[in-house]
């Protein structure tokens, strides 16, 4: 049994002392907390940003401490922080984010690696995993992170969190620290449903067409890459979903199989990641830790003709996906290879983990499409994700619609147990 205390934790108010908080989920040397305007639909909520967007009067530290100290004070506020102030809620500090954002696990060896309320002895999950953390916890009411592959996505998953990668471009995100510039996205977690649909509101703005979701497609190989404990402790969610659509159709979402979009999407990544970071990299010679700074080390040896070649392989990724998901279409996917492994799991297992969630977690950034991530069932007796992807731009009633199923899951369940 996790302690209560975990999962209910009192939330933080705004203060210029950084938080003491039993996570280890916000930063402390540039911790900074803003009063919100105290009205608008955000009002009465807190909230925390990942520690990769600038707030004037701080500086960001993207999870490195060199990168703090070479780094000058930010020189405005994001937007999203402003916009988020002004609708009601109150900052109560940044939340711990991984080294440079280049990992998936939750681990900061510079800072130390936030703790998952559901399971101290698991991952958090990154690379926003101070985000996913502090929102499970109690902490905060909803925090924004950033995702690329998979940085909010698989923290609510192991964090047991409604979370969201919008379609890409739908939301600004001026003033994040640079990182891959094609697929990198503004995302954010809440804790509850209802929270989850007024930060959605506010964030991604009225849809420009009304969408009914009628047709849901499972896909298979996306199922088919994970283990087989894990689909079946999925099951209860897929059935919950099923009886949501008037049409159910099974589907291989890649042809050639998702390793060849995996590799694409490494090179993409690889490719931006270290334009974006391969001169402070070469400049001040910073220590890395072992992961981060063999993915850095392998980034600098993409050549600009094997980006190219992946740009233009990833058009037809995104030609695919266009096909499969016409309006009114999602398609459900597992979030994550599996629950947040053990931080006593060995690398060689990590590493199989982060390869078999990959070929989940590319689809989404190389197609440009919103998904959304659904806590509805465990395993192992903590969070397992599942997720909805759907077309451009259809995101608020994604949001909206993932809120609902959450609600309509819990209802049924405590029906289920005579509750």
């Not at 009192?10 to 540039?30: C, G, H, I, K, M």
């Not at 995702?147 to 979370?163: E, K, T």
Request: hydrophobic share 35%; with cysteine.
């Amino acid at each position: 049994m996790v302690p209560t205390n975990m999962l209910n934790n009192a939330r933080l108010t705004v203060s210029d002392q950084p938080p003491y908080d039993a996570l280890q989920s916000f930063v402390r040397e540039n911790h900074i907390a803003l009063k919100g305007s105290g009205k608008g639909n955000l009002e009465g909520l807190v909230f925390g940003v990942k520690d990769v967007f600038k707030i004037l009067g701080s500086t960001y530290s993207n999870g490195h401490p060199e990168w703090l100290q070479t780094n000058g004070p930010d020189d405005f506020t994001s937007s999203i922080v402003t916009k988020t102030l002004s609708a009601g809620a109150d900052l109560v500090g940044k939340t711990i984010c991984d080294e440079l954002c280049y990992s998936i696990s939750g681990e900061n060896w510079n800072y130390g690696s936030p703790i998952n309320p559901h399971d101290p002895r698991r991952f958090t999950g990154g690379s926003s995993s101070g985000t996913g953390a502090a929102t499970a916890g109690g902490l905060v009411d909803f925090a924004y992170g950033s995702d690329c592959l998979g940085s909010v996505r698989v923290p609510a998953s192991y964090n047991g969190v409604l979370g969201i990668r919008p379609t890409y471009g739908r939301v600004a995100n001026d003033g994040e620290a640079p990182y891959c510039e094609s697929m990198d996205v503004l995302g954010y977690v809440a804790r509850n449903s209802d929270v989850f649909r007024r930060v959605s509101k506010e964030v991604l703005g009225n849809d420009s067409k009304k969408v009914t979701f009628n047709r849901l497609l499972i896909a298979d190989d996306c199922f088919d890459s994970i283990n087989k404990d894990v689909v079946e402790a999925l099951q209860p969610a897929v059935n919950h979903l099923k009886q949501h659509f008037e049409v159910v159709e099974n589907i291989k979402v890649s042809p050639n199989g998702l390793e060849e979009w995996t590799e694409i999407f490494r090179i993409i990544q690889g490719y931006e990641v270290w334009e974006s970071y391969g001169g402070w990299v070469r400049k001040y010679r910073p220590n890395l830790s072992s992961g981060p700074k063999e993915r850095l080390e392998w980034a600098s040896t993409i050549t600009m003709s094997e980006y190219k070649e992946a740009l233009n392989k990833r058009q037809a990724v995104i030609e695919r996906v266009k096909d499969i998901l016409p309006e009114g279409t999602l398609l459900c996917l597992p979030t994550a290879a599996s629950v947040a492994p053990l931080r006593s799991s060995s690398l060689e297992e990590i590493n199989a983990t982060r390869a078999q969630s990959t070929k989940l977690l590319c689809i989404s950034p190389l197609s440009g499409t919103p998904q959304v991530t659904l806590p509805l069932v465990k395993q192992h007796e903590v969070p397992l994700g599942i997720s909805l992807i759907g077309a451009h731009d259809c995101d608020l009633q994604l949001a909206e619609f993932a809120a609902d199923l959450v609600d309509s899951y819990s209802n049924a369940n405590h029906k289920i147990l005579g509750r």
